[in-house]
């Protein structure tokens, strides 16, 4: 499996269902509360360590999302993406990137667009039925519970740098 990762250079994620459990909190405030889980996004991080850009292509709107994504150094925060496939080619044209050297996780139908043009279609666990049949992956974990970080290790792995990237911590 690790195989299919290894041409990746850019990862690209949806936000609710991926990055999160897929709530939504809204209090009475008007505040809109999220819940990251911290392991994927350290495994972002470590990603950007060798090299692989990160990006996320996004329907909603979020001031919490534009916070997570500056707190996670990723670059390329695309929020309110009605045409995520539109934004999907305009990201790509400027990263002056291939889809063969894209990975996208979604879990809705609306993930798919983008899924069916990429080099690495992935579903996270509890994704839609109709997203799991186009993916050339399905996480373990469910969306917000680790299936981003899941996804980062078999990146880092399959492009032969888990002992370099894991060498700070094992001094």
Same mark, same amino acid.
């Given at each position: 499996m690790e195989g299919l990762f290894s041409k990746v250079d850019l990862l690209i994620m949806d936000v609710?269902?991926?990055? #999160?459990?897929? &709530?939504?909190?809204?209090?009475? =405030?008007?505040? =809109?509360w999220k819940f990251f889980n911290v392991r994927d996004g350290h495994g972002i991080v470590m990603l950007h360590r060798i090299g692989v850009e990160t990006a996320i292509i996004t329907g909603r709107s979020s001031k919490v999302v534009a916070r997570r994504a500056e707190e996670l150094s990723i670059k390329h925060v695309c929020q309110g993406a009605l045409d995520k496939l539109k934004v999907y080619h305009d990201l790509k044209e400027r990263l002056s990137?291939?889809?063969?050297? /894209?990975?996208? /996780?979604?879990?809705?139908?609306?993930?798919? %667009?983008?899924? #069916? &043009?990429?080099?690495? +279609?992935? +579903?996270?666990?509890? +994704?839609? %039925? =109709?997203?799991?049949? /186009?993916?050339?992956? /399905? #996480? =373990?974990? %469910?969306?917000?519970?680790?299936?981003?970080?899941?996804?980062?290790?078999?990146?880092i792995k399959a492009k032969g740098m888990w002992s370099k990237v894991m060498g700070r911590y094992l001094r």
């Open positions: 609710d269902g991926v990055l #999160t459990d897929g &709530r939504i909190v809204l209090d009475g =405030e008007g505040n =809109e990137m291939q889809d063969d050297r /894209i990975c996208y /996780i979604g879990d809705d139908v609306v993930d798919i %667009p983008i899924m #069916t &043009r990429v080099g690495v +279609a992935v +579903a996270v666990a509890d +994704a839609h %039925p =109709e997203v799991k049949r /186009i993916a050339h992956y /399905i #996480t =373990e974990a %469910p969306g917000g519970k680790g299936a981003v970080r899941e996804v980062a290790d078999l990146i």
